[in-house]
């Protein structure tokens, strides 16, 4: 699937089940590449991104790689990963998030 159809369906499941958090994981080019979906909202935490929330927030040449799903709201020092790392067309199918 295409990387930004499937950032706006997985914004979709977010907005359904809000104490979930999604951090995809990839690379544009060489370079690191980490998105979190919360909410319905998408925020890179490599990349800057556009202040406009209508702007895809996925840079020319992105590649995921790998999906987590994670309790939400995050905390970092005792995160709770409940799926992943898997591709995010498989989290995007998984019925029980």
């Known amino acids: 699937m295409e990387p930004l159809v499937l950032v706006q369906k997985l914004e979709e499941r977010t907005r359904l089940q809000p104490d979930r958090v999604v951090r995809l994981h990839g690379a544009v080019g060489t370079e690191p590449f980490e998105l979190l979906i919360f909410r319905g909202f998408s ?3 490599t990349h800057p991104t ?3 929330p209508d702007a895809t927030v996925l840079p020319d040449g992105i ?3 790998s999906a987590e799903l994670l309790q939400g709201p995050l905390n970092p020092e005792a995160e709770i990963v409940l799926s992943g790392p898997i591709s995010a067309d498989e989290l995007l199918a998984q ?3």
Do not use: G, K, R, Y
């Open 50 to 52: 556009a202040f406009d």
């Open 95 to 97: 019925t029980s998030w």
């Open 43 to 45: 925020s890179s935490t």
């Open 63 to 65: 590649h995921l790689q």
